[in-house]
């Protein structure tokens, strides 16, 4: 009911930006947070960055002032921006969302994953 689509992976070289974008879509009464995780091969999902509601935001020690999140609640969509981005930044990152739906109340809901590779 609710389907999330990421863009915006691919593959970078040390030190440059990447952006990337997550539209929520479906019958959605509201939505609560949204954020960015990450998984890297033989490891386990950690969060990379999320935005409540109320315009908190909480990111992960690795990547605290170089990613910056960003939502536009009228579209749905939240953002990351990548900058100075570093090889171990290399994963397939995963949108998130907690939204109600009709039929399901409060849920999570995960996009399909964006490959972002950083490497010279």
């Known amino acids: 009911q609710v389907q999330l689509v990421e863009s915006g992976g691919g593959l970078v070289q040390p030190g440059g930006s990447l952006r990337l974008s997550c539209a929520a879509s479906?019958?959605?009464?509201?939505?609560?947070?949204m954020g960015w995780y990450r998984q890297a091969p033989g490891k386990q999902r950690d969060v990379v960055a999320t935005?409540?509601?109320?315009?908190?935001?909480n990111y992960a020690d690795s990547v605290k002032g170089r990613f910056t999140i960003s939502r536009d609640n009228a579209k749905n969509t939240v953002f990351l921006q990548m900058n100075s981005l570093k090889p171990e930044d290399t994963a397939v990152y995963y949108c998130?969302?907690?939204?109600?739906?009709?039929?399901?109340?409060?849920?999570?809901?995960w996009g399909q994953g964006t490959q972002v590779t950083v490497s010279s």
């Open positions: 998130y969302t907690r939204a109600m739906a009709p039929g399901n109340g409060w849920s999570n809901y």
């Open positions: 479906g019958r959605i009464f509201s939505i609560n947070a």
């Open positions: 935005l409540g509601s109320t315009g908190s935001t």
